[in-house]
T-cell receptor
Framework: GAGVSQSPSNKVTEKGKDVELRCDPI?????LYWYRQSLGQGLEFLIY????????KSGLPSDRFSAERTGGSVSTLTIQRTQQEDSAVYLC???????????FGQGTRLTVV | GESVGLHLPTLSVQEGDNSIINCAYS??????FIWYKQESGKGPQFIID?????DKRQGQRVTVLLNKTVKHLSLQIAATQPGDSAVYFC??????????FGAGTILRVKS
């Protein structure tokens, strides 16, 4: 596809369950970001991948959150033992190189009940 | 985390008026700046960018101004239309580093 693709678009899960959110970046983009956005609020940085460098995990809110990027392409954000406060829209973005314009997906809306 | 827990400021303008959205950035080493627009239910979309060797750049109905002395960025929208209603984010990037987003501003256009 031409843009950043995220799946699922919506996810409802029970408190305590694990969830996986997927991001397919634009082909050839070396940089990939994950952000979290609560209703009516700004973009909370979670994690940043750039090429083969060690990811910048400084934004992950707890050890329940983890992410990986396989083969420099697809990325998965995993939230273990979900809590109600994890409910938010999770946005993925990719960029052709470090420090360049980022292109966003439509996001995954996560609801923890 | 960055930009967390803040209720976004709101700018209300009359349709047809000009809008000015301001952003204070944090890193004097930042050399590239971007404005994004986010409509309800969508991901942020690129509007316009500017490099630190410029102080003004114009697009279609939008102008970005950069004042490096006071680390200030602004987005001017001419003849604001109802379709301009959205949340606007500025972003900065220190050379060779990740994008850092500002808190965001809600723009409401009154008809």
């Amino acid at each position: 596809g031409a843009g950043v693709s995220q799946s699922p678009s919506n996810k409802v899960t029970e408190k305590g369950k694990d969830v996986e959110l997927r991001c397919d970046p634009i082909s050839g983009h070396t940089a990939l970001y994950w952000y979290r956005q609560s209703l009516g609020q700004g973009l909370e940085f979670l994690i940043y991948f750039q090429g083969n460098s060690a990811p910048d995990k400084s934004g992950l809110p707890s050890d329940r959150f983890s992410a990986e990027r396989t083969g420099g392409s697809v990325s998965t954000l995993t939230i273990q033992r979900t809590q109600q406060e994890d409910s938010a829209v999770y946005l993925c973005a990719s960029s052709p190189r470090q420090g360049a314009r980022a292109f966003f997906g439509q996001g995954t809306r996560l609801t923890v009940v | 985390g960055e930009s967390v827990g803040l209720h976004l400021p709101t700018l209300s303008v009359q349709e047809g008026d000009n809008s000015i959205i301001n952003c204070a950035y944090s890193n004097s080493a930042s050399d590239y700046f971007i404005w994004y627009k986010q409509e309800s239910g969508k991901g942020p979309q690129f509007i316009i960018d500017i490099r630190s060797n410029m102080d003004k750049r114009q697009g279609q109905r939008v102008t970005v101004l950069l004042n490096k002395t006071v680390k200030h960025l602004s987005l001017q929208i001419a003849a604001t239309q109802p379709g301009d209603s959205a949340v606007y984010f500025c972003a900065e990037t220190p050379y060779g580093n990740k994008l850092v987003f500002g808190a965001g501003t809600i723009l409401r256009v009154k008809s």
